[in-house]
């Protein structure tokens, strides 16, 4: 016979979030198949050092913009990007906490990915899949790849269904 305790325990998972949509659909992904009961601690990163990254679309003025300048826009997208899914939480009536990462690269990203599941003692790190082909790994960096390696605990890439 199962002890009550166990079926009522709270347990965490790890959402990365970068404003895509593809980690969208990995936030839509645990509201839809994990527990309403479970938290979900929502992550997203900083780069420590903002430099042009394609995948920024406030980034198309870097080149205009002073270091402090294109920081401050990114501290602003930070802020809505959390505002943005409290709100979803809220509707949701789901449990949700908030992490930011600093970091410097794709492979410290991962890393303090990991770091924040094992201290949060998280079952599951879910994250979204930039679809980025072999050449685009290699020469970019997958966080996804490197979260598939370096994190302990069970880790989903939630994929367009489509």
Known sequence: MSNP????????????LDGSEDADKAFVWALRNLPKNDKLVLVHG?????????????MDQATTLSR????RLAKERHKALFSHYEKRCKEADRVCTFETIKF??????????????????ASTVIAGSRGLGLYDRVMLGSVSTALLNRCRCSVLI????S
């Not at 325990?9 to 990365?16: E, K, L, S, T």
């Not at 402090?68 to 920081?71: F, I, K, N, P, Y």
């Open 5 to 16: 305790k166990e079926t009522t325990q709270q347990r965490a998972h790890v959402v990365a």
């Open 46 to 58: 900083i780069h420590t050092q903002p430099l042009e990254n394609p995948h920024m679309d406030w």
């Open 68 to 71: 402090e300048e294109r920081a």
């Open 104 to 121: 410097r690269s794709n492979g410290e990203l991962a890393n303090n990915i990991c770091q924040v599941a094992e201290e949060d003692r």
């Open 158 to 161: 939630a994929r367009d269904s």
